[in-house]
């Protein structure tokens, strides 16, 4: 059996009581209070994550850029320091390996840059081991695995970026949606990324893993009069769903296309050629059979990821990837794959949740996006 | 009537039972089962007159991360549920033992009752788990 490896806050959760579990081979808190009242102040105040079971790959080199370029469906060529991109890793037949955050950054030496590359902690070895024949082809590149000498820490919520203010010695309020730059806390390096997973404004944080517990409580600190809780897996996994955001796992897998997940966005074809983009060019052109919508289903009872959606006459037409409960909506809301020719909005659908046949309506998603400020 | 969970007996799957002199059983979940479960969204009840059998499921409890089945710690007829409670399940957090419960049944094998835990044993497996 695999080791569960810690977090540097594992200790600080088990002391807060959490209930914790093994999630992709770290010991991680689940929930504190609850998920529903943690998923309420996340949207109404602020949560704390600790997200450091994500993985973090540091790549260096004069053709680093060149080396992700190869194997990211997002242009990275044309990436400039602090600049964020949301991107897939394909497959040569075009299935999704992984959904990452790339990352251009000011090298420590304040000479040249470096990329980091965000995966999920679910598929780390498998991209680690992916990119090793890639990174033989570029060896003026080294990539190196940090997820274990740093720590990510996110904060997310409408009070996030006042309770963050007086904590970096650079400000906060100028950075701008999916853009970062290394700053300090309390004199330690730290890199900040105005991204998230909540649908909701707020940072993500890297930091040294031995600076992580001190960062941790001066965020708490810091937002203790405006309503900050720290926030399990549990009502991470309700708020991404909320914010139409998908999870590989779930919505994403390797026989899954971009263009069937609705993330075509996140896929540059112009100009350039990286791995899977012959195939990508032709899913592109071809209509995908299977769409991902949103699903509004009625009365209490949540449809699970695997649950069968059928049209009126019973035919099956999809799958359910992923379902809860929204503590926004205060009912049951879903994702799912479904026939593209079935899909249209507005559309009532019946799902099989355990055998009980259950009336649902195609909807688009996010199913909550907050309110501008 | 107040339920006194001190003298119910309990099933490994953290239901309880309280059986009356006329041999029907009242049924519901233990507190320790509502903490563990938290932000309860949907219950499924049987149905009156149904047969259940000690050790089967009977219904199930819905939260917000998961489906759980609820399983009969006895056997025999249902002759009532509690068909209100499914619409304010936050009962369940304040009141699991009187105003909580969940079925009653007619029993069928009172015996059955000897191989269920007192609250001693229950609780020490909690403490365990």
Partial sequence: ?373 | MTIDPKALRYASTHEWVSVDSSGVGTVGISAFAVEELTDLVFMALPKVGVKVVAGEEFGEVESVKAVSPLYSPVSGEVVEVHASLPDQLEILGTDPYTQGWIMKVKLSAPSELDSLMDFEAYEKQCSGS
Avoid at chain 1, 49 to 63: A, N, Q, T, V
Avoid at chain 1, 65 to 77: F, G, S, Y
Avoid at chain 1, 277 to 289: D, F, R
């Fill in chain 1, 1 to 373: 059996m695999a080791k569960i490896s810690s977090t540097p806050l594992t200790q600080w959760h088990r002391s807060q009581n959490a209930r914790m579990a093994d999630f992709a081979g770290y010991d991680m808190p689940i929930q504190y209070s609850g998920i529903v009242s943690e998923h309420i102040a996340t949207r109404s105040a602020a949560g704390l994550f600790d997200i450091s079971h994500m993985g973090r790959l540091r790549f260096e080199g004069p053709r680093a850029d060149q080396l992700l370029d190869h194997v990211l469906t997002r242009r990275v060529l044309d990436m400039k320091n602090g600049q964020v991109r949301y991107s897939l890793i394909c497959n040569e037949e075009g299935g999704v390996l992984d959904d990452v955050l790339v990352s251009c950054l000011e090298s420590p030496s304040g000479r040249g840059e470096y990329f980091l590359l965000v995966v999920n902690a679910s598929n780390r070895e498998k991209i680690v081991r992916w990119l090793q024949p890639h990174l033989a082809d570029f060896p003026d590149v080294t990539m190196t695995d940090v997820t274990d000498q740093t720590a990510m820490i996110a904060i997310q919520g409408p009070k996030a970026m006042e309770i963050c203010k007086p904590l970096f010695q650079s400000s906060i309020e100028n950075l701008g949606y999916y853009k970062s730059r290394v700053t300090q806390q309390m004199g330690k390096p730290t890199i900040i990324s105005r991204t998230g997973y909540t649908g909701e404004d707020g940072l993500e944080l890297i930091v040294k893993a031995e600076d992580a517990m001190r960062v941790w409580e001066n965020i708490l600190l810091s937002g203790r009069n405006l309503g900050v809780v720290p926030v399990g897996l549990g009502a991470r996994d309700t708020l991404r769903l909320e914010a139409g955001m998908p999870l590989y796992g779930h919505e994403l897998d390797e026989t899954v296309n971009p263009y069937q997940a609705e993330l075509g966005f996140a896929v540059s074809l112009k100009e350039r050629s990286f791995i899977g983009s012959e195939t990508l060019i032709n899913q592109q052109a071809t209509p995908s059979k299977l769409k991902r919508v949103g699903l509004l289903i009625e009365g209490m009872r949540a449809a699970r990821q695997g649950a069968t959606v059928l049209d009126a006459q019973s035919n099956v037409i999809g799958t359910i990837t992923s379902g809860s409960h929204s503590p926004t909506l205060n009912r049951p809301i879903a994702m799912a794959y479904i026939d593209s020719s079935k899909s249209a909005v507005g559309s009532t659908v019946v799902i099989d949740v355990r055998g009980a046949k259950v009336q649902a309506e195609i909807c688009s998603y996010p199913f909550y996006t907050r309110k501008s400020t």
